[in-house]
């Protein structure tokens, strides 16, 4: 059974870093793209940034470019977003997921499989 699991969220202020952690068990890591999702309340779940299999190539959203960066270590099964410059608009539920092939994804039906998110919250 595939488990994923997010840690790393929490309170910082608009300017400030956090690093979300996602621990993932019950498939073979490498063979799968990851990605990382966020939902802000009263809106639609939407794609942040995407790493392939091997971690050779990524992808991020315009909106965090430059500012958020994807990284994995396959010998650990953890997939890492580390954020800095934060700003309010980031403040969202963020969701770790394992993609159904190896290269890189951004779309949700590319995913299969979803942790339970991670609270970031970005005050002014």
């Known amino acids: 059974q595939v488990q994923l699991v997010e840690s790393g969220g929490g309170l910082v202020q608009a300017g400030g870093s956090l690093r979300l952690s996602c621990a993932a068990s019950?498939?073979?890591?490498?063979?799968?793209?990851m990605g990382w999702f966020r939902q802000a309340p009263g809106k639609e779940r939407e794609f942040v940034a995407t790493?392939?299999?091997?971690?050779?190539?990524?992808r991020y959203d315009a909106s965090v470019k430059d500012r958020f960066t994807i990284s994995r270590d396959n010998a650990k099964n953890a997939l890492f977003l580390q954020m800095n410059n934060l700003k309010p608009e980031d403040t969202a539920v963020y969701y770790c997921?394992?993609?159904?092939?190896?290269?890189?994804?951004?779309?949700?039906?590319?995913?299969?499989?979803w942790g339970q998110g991670t609270q970031v919250t970005v005050s002014l």
């Open positions: 019950g498939r073979t890591f490498s063979d799968y793209a």
């Open positions: 790493i392939s299999g091997r971690g050779l190539a990524w």
């Open positions: 997921a394992s993609a159904q092939g190896t290269l890189t994804a951004t779309q949700i039906s590319e995913y299969r499989y």
